[in-house]
């Protein structure tokens, strides 16, 4: 149990390869959280910053095994998992594997927004344009 009075794990979930973390950095990075669960086995996916404090993350591990096993260490362990000092919670997630559900805005596209001032419409061409945007 950690000074504050929360419980680091929640022992009521049902095991899954992918942990939640939460009291994590707000601008925690993926490196980060690789680099805390990485010693526990292969990490195949993250998503970081979730959260209402962006303060939360979830790890997906190859093998429910793997994730079973950082937990247990951590559990066990005098030392609690931590981020840059901070005390990070961990608890199984009820995700079977993380899914990032990325908006048609948000995935790059082929699309080019161009701006030209102090020029007429019909000044610009195409080609024009093809010859600023090699340059």
Request: proline content about 4%; hydrophobic content about 35%.
């Amino acid at each position: 149990m950690s000074t504050s009075g929360q419980q680091q794990f929640r022992y009521t979930q049902t095991p899954s390869k992918v942990l939640h973390l939460r009291n994590l950095p707000w601008d925690c990075s993926d490196e980060e959280l690789v680099e805390l669960c990485k010693p526990f086995g292969k990490i195949v996916n993250t998503k970081c910053n979730v959260g209402a404090n962006r303060n939360q993350a979830f790890v997906e591990f190859a093998d429910l095994n793997q994730a079973i096993n950082m937990v247990s260490y951590y559990a066990s362990s005098s030392e609690p998992a931590q981020v840059r000092g901070k005390t990070v919670y961990i608890q199984y997630s009820n995700r079977n594997e993380i899914v990032n559900n990325k908006s048609p805005g948000d995935v790059p596209g082929n699309v080019l927004l161009v701006t030209i001032e102090g020029v007429e419409a019909g000044d610009v061409s195409i080609d024009v344009i093809h010859l600023m945007v090699i340059i």
